[in-house]
Structure formats: structure tokens, C-alpha cells
């Protein structure tokens, strides 16, 4: 028998996507070459650090040809072990860190003496089933998809992104306001289209513009400004009124209800400076333009999920918004109020990521005593004995049943992750309780655009007084 080639035939990588679920099957295949006698056996090798190999044997799958024979290594279980166990990880409002679900693990296959070449893979705390369109496969999480979270007003939410190289430039990005950063020296004129898109449909940065919009630029030759003229389309102009903000600003009048307003900004602006105005064009209402300039720096972080956490001011939908390698990506949050008492739920989803939910404050609680047992008694006398038999005690789970209103399509679609969650909590006493969840399974309704859903919260075993 001699093995004259090693080819991997199936490694599970598509469009350059490797990201992978492992809590579900997951197998690679190796195609063998050989002459003379098919070979019975063959290894595969893995490692997390190029520093530490650990090596499994693949089962015999298939013979091709004559000289082809295929092995197959059922990897899944395997895998797992090389994931950390899922926690919440701390942090602080508008922060970014690491999720810590996610490993990069370089596979290949031996028979001691032939090698394939080694591929690598990021394996992930998620799952996929049979109705998932790639298999394990998590593209739409590799090619950061825009997903939905719901989040309470004034409490955190998470969000996640995933980086798929450690080199990449992370930034934590607000749109709402223009971005510094020291190292760069032409702060001001790097950001005059973020400043456009801030105040969407009221600047045109150097072309002319539409109807009720005002031209700006940068400040010539030396771009550390902006220069602004009250003309659009049709030429009829305006003026303009309350200038206020850190930085010194000329405002010259040019022609007949034209005005020019140069603002001077400082090399590198640093955190919370702004500028703000207001426009007056002919026959329009007034607008107000503002540019506020926040501080970031650029993280790296090793390749996996990186994980936001944002604290919504008030309800409705809000994005929340991070820079991967110069790529802009978002979310969606839809923020609800919390009223006093209301309780939080919180949840991993399939994708190996914290979820929140609100409870209403107005649950059932119920107490559920099994016995554990009675102990005989001596009757000495039937006159002085009420009974020969005493009970030792009692365990009790509690169960609160518990109400969330007014979930809509995409809440209740989530639904499914949160039953078949295996790490379900609720905020109570100051501290997350893991509980257990039961409710009627449904995760997609037909008719109604929102729905209320009530849910059984079984609480963790309470402790009761025993004569053991």
C-alpha cells in the first residue's frame, strides 16, 4: 500500500465563507490516492494555536475507484470541545469586546507520512437544521446581514458583527456625528460627506444643489472649515441665523440674499465640539444644520463575533452602526418601555448570542410542594397521639406565568430559539436566575400583525426546612 496523495474532497467552505455551526452534524471528507492496497485507516490533525495538535481518526466512507478511497471525519462533537462555554461577558455602554464564541481551528489530513494541505475553519456556539438553506454554514452572519434586536430603554442590548480578520480596523461608529480621530490630519475634509449624510436633504457638498438644500465645501487650501452659500436651484437664496458651537465662523453677504459662512475648525476637533446653524432659503421653511464631532480610536480584535452594546434612550427603532476594514454596517433596535416592576428575560438565541425580552409586571405565581418523604412514628398512646406519622419536608420549584405584549412578526419568529434555548434567565433581585421556559411553541402566526404570547417561568428549586 503506498498513499500518493491526500486531496481534501469536502471541506465545507463555500464563496469563501467558513464560519460554521457545530451544534448540529458537521463532517469533512478526505479522498486517498493510493497504489497497490486501499489503506484502512487515516488521521486527522487539528489545532487552535499552531502550537498544540490533537489528532482523530476519520471512519471509511466510500471507494471511488480502483486507486480513490474516501474517509470521513465526524467532526461536531469534536469541535465543541474546542469552544470556551457561553457567558455574558460584561461591559459597558457603547462598547465593543469580543463575544468569545467563536474559535479558528486549521484542520488537515495524514496518514503519518502524506499530507493534504490544511484549511481552516471558525467554528461558533450555533445551530442549523435541516430547513437552513446552507447547511451549517452561517452566511448571513459571515457577511454581516442586517438583523433585528430588541432592547428595553435604559438598559443595555447587545449586537453582533462578525470580523473575519484579525488585521481588520474596528471602529465604533455613530453616524449621528462626525468622527476625529489624532492621527489624521485632514479630520475636516475626510468627513464633509458624513457630514451631508448627517443632514440628509439640507447640504450638498460640492455640487449644485436641489431644492431646499444649501452648498458647502471645505474651506480652501487648507480644508480646516466649511464654507457655506444660501443658493439652490433656481437661484433664489436666503440667509442664515443663530450660529453657535466652538469654533470662530465669518459670515459675509455677497448679493441680493446670498450670504456666505465660512466656519473654521481646528486640525483634529476633539470630543463634543460642534457647530450649529440655522437657513432661511426663499419661500422655505427654516432648517437647522449640525455638525458635533465625537473622538473614536481603531480596535482590532481576533477573528469571531464582535459583540455592541448600546443603552436606548427612548422607544422606537433606532440602528446602531459599526465600522469593519472601512465597511459600514448596522443593525436594528426596537426599543421598548419598561414599566416599574416589569421583568427582563434574557436568552441565547441559535446563533450563540444574547437576546432580550420584556415580561409584564402582572404574573401568576404559583408554589408546586412535592413531598420527599414521611417518617413512622411509635403510637405510645392513642389518647396523647394525633398521628404515627410526621412528613420530613418538601421541594418546591416555583413557577411564575408571565405575559409580553404586543410581540410583532419578527419577535414571534424568535420565539423558536427561545424555547429550544438551553440558557434562559430572568432579572430578579438584582441578579439573573436561570429558569426554564414552557409555552404554547407557537413561532409564526397567520393572521395578526402582533401578538401577545404568555410563557411559564419554572424558577430553580427553592429550599425548604427538613427534619433530615
Known amino acids: 500500500m503506498a498513499i500518493t496523495a491526500i486531496d481534501v474532497f469536502e471541506n465545507n467552505i463555500e464563496n469563501g ?35 498544540n495538535y ?110 473575519d480578520d484579525a488585521n481588520n480596523d474596528i471602529i465604533n461608529f455613530d453616524p449621528t456625528k462626525l468622527m476625529v480621530l489624532s492621527t489624521v490630519t485632514d479630520t475636516v475634509g475626510a468627513n464633509a460627506t458624513q457630514l451631508e449624510r448627517v443632514n440628509d436633504g439640507k447640504l450638498s457638498y460640492g455640487v449644485p444643489p436641489e431644492i431646499g438644500e444649501i452648498w458647502f465645501d471645505v474651506i480652501p487650501y487648507t480644508g480646516l472649515g466649511y464654507i457655506f452659500r444660501t443658493k439652490y436651484l433656481g437661484g433664489e437664496g436666503g440667509i442664515f441665523s443663530n450660529v453657535i458651537g466652538d469654533f470662530t465662523y465669518t459670515l459675509t453677504e455677497i448679493g441680493s440674499n446670498e450670504w456666505i459662512l465660512e466656519i473654521a475648525i481646528t486640525t483634529n476637533p476633539t470630543n463634543g465640539q460642534y457647530f450649529q446653524f440655522n437657513y432661511t432659503l426663499t419661500g422655505k421653511e427654516t432648517q437647522t444644520i449640525r455638525g458635533e464631532f465625537k473622538s473614536y480610536t481603531i480596535q482590532h480584535f481576533d477573528v469571531g463575533f464582535i459583540k455592541k452594546a448600546i443603552t436606548p434612550t427612548a422607544e422606537g427603532e433606532i440602528t446602531s452602526h459599526i465600522l469593519i476594514d472601512g465597511i459600514e454596517y448596522y443593525h436594528t433596535v426596537k426599543a421598548v418601555a419598561k414599566c416599574t416592576n416589569d421583568i427582563k428575560l434574557r436568552y441565547i438565541d441559535r446563533n450563540g448570542q444574547y437576546r432580550f425580552m420584556l415580561m409584564s409586571s402582572f404574573y401568576k405565581a404559583e408554589s408546586r410542594p412535592e413531598s420527599i418523604g414521611d417518617i413512622d412514628l411509635y403510637v405510645v398512646s392513642l389518647k396523647d397521639s394525633a398521628s404515627n406519622t410526621q412528613r420530613i419536608g418538601y421541594k418546591n420549584k416555583d413557577t411564575l406565568t408571565m405575559r409580553s405584549h404586543l410581540l410583532d412578526a419578527d419577535e414571534i419568529t424568535l420565539l423558536k430559539d427561545l424555547y429550544n434555548s438551553n440558557d434562559v434567565s430572568i432579572y430578579l433581585n438584582s441578579k439573573w436566575v436561570s429558569v426554564t421556559i414552557k409555552g404554547d411553541n407557537i413561532y409564526r402566526y397567520q393572521k395578526k400583525d402582533t401578538l401577545d404570547i404568555i410563557l411559564t417561568v419554572e424558577l430553580p428549586q427553592s429550599y425548604n426546612l427538613t427534619k433530615l
Open 17 to 51: 465563507v467558513n464560519l460554521m455551526a457545530i451544534h448540529n452534524p458537521l463532517t469533512f471528507i478526505a479522498e486517498v490516492t493510493y497504489t497497490s492496497t486501499a489503506p484502512d485507516t487515516l488521521q486527522v490533525v487539528l489545532t487552535d494555536d499552531n502550537t
Open 54 to 163: 490533537y489528532t482523530y481518526d476519520c471512519v471509511y466512507y466510500a471507494d471511488i475507484s480502483l486507486t480513490k478511497r474516501q474517509f470521513i471525519f465526524i467532526a461536531d462533537e469534536v469541535l465543541r470541545s474546542f469552544l470556551p462555554t457561553v457567558a455574558d461577558v460584561g461591559q459597558g455602554s457603547d462598547t465593543i469586546v469580543n463575544s468569545n464564541i467563536t474559535n479558528v481551528v486549521s484542520i488537515y489530513f495524514t496518514d503519518g507520512v502524506t499530507e493534504s494541505t490544511p484549511f481552516s475553519i471558525t467554528i461558533c456556539h450555533a445551530a442549523r437544521d435541516y430547513t437552513d438553506l446552507n447547511g451549517a454554514l452561517m452566511v448571513d452572519e459571515y457577511n454581516n446581514e442586517t438583523k433585528r434586536y430588541t432592547g428595553i430603554v435604559g438598559e443595555l442590548v447587545y449586537q453582533y458583527w462578525y470580523n
